[in-house]
């Protein structure tokens, strides 16, 4: 795969990260009558009771750990705005929540795994059958992804997507990559609607430091 093939998919949408020190962002979106959600402190509680479960059945000694904990980490969060949802969020740092959202699957994956399983770029392309492959990849920590798929979803997709009628007619990459980034808003996520074929595949799957360590085809055939 060489640099200097010619770059013809696009990436849909993003979730946007806000520091809390971007006032005018967060201004103007209240001004626009944006939801905003504050979870921080329930966040931070879980967290400390992730890092401490001795502390679990002595509740004075972890209600104390948790007030330090809401002091040590209270500077620690970020405003993540889903503009599908029109709903901003107060979430922690990418580390602390990858954390969080990993902590119940020590059972599953070791701790060397979960970083290597991290690391990897997985590239699904086809999101009916395939949606299920990307929603399953980021719960268990996949925090690289390329998806695909130029199709809309339609009536008979609901037996095998996680969507619901109000989707129908929806682009599938989009509404996918939507979800995805509700699990983990710091996904490093190329979500495209275009086919895949011959002039794509390359760009699709990468290359050097950003090349797919995982392919899962779930397409009907090369140009979907």
Sequence with gaps: MGSSRKEILSNMLQAEIISPNNIERLASLKKEG???????NLQIDELCEIEH????????????????YRALYAERGVYCYFSWRRICVHILEEDLLYILRTARN????????QKCFGEIVIAIAGLSVGSSAARIAVLL??????????????PSNLNRMLCGVQDIGRLKAETVAESL?????????FASSSAINNETIDQFLGDHDAAAGIIIDEVDDLDA
């Design 53 to 68: 479960p001795p502390l679990r059945d002595k509740p004075e000694e972890m209600r104390l750990k948790k007030k330090e």
């Design 106 to 113: 020590h059972n599953v994956i070791g701790k060397d795994e």
């Design 181 to 189: 980034y509700e699990t983990d808003p710091y996904l490093d996520l």
């Design 141 to 154: 920590g996949a925090r690289r992804l390329r998806i695909a798929d130029k199709d809309y979803i339609g």
């Design 34 to 40: 944006v939801e905003f959600r504050d979870t921080l």
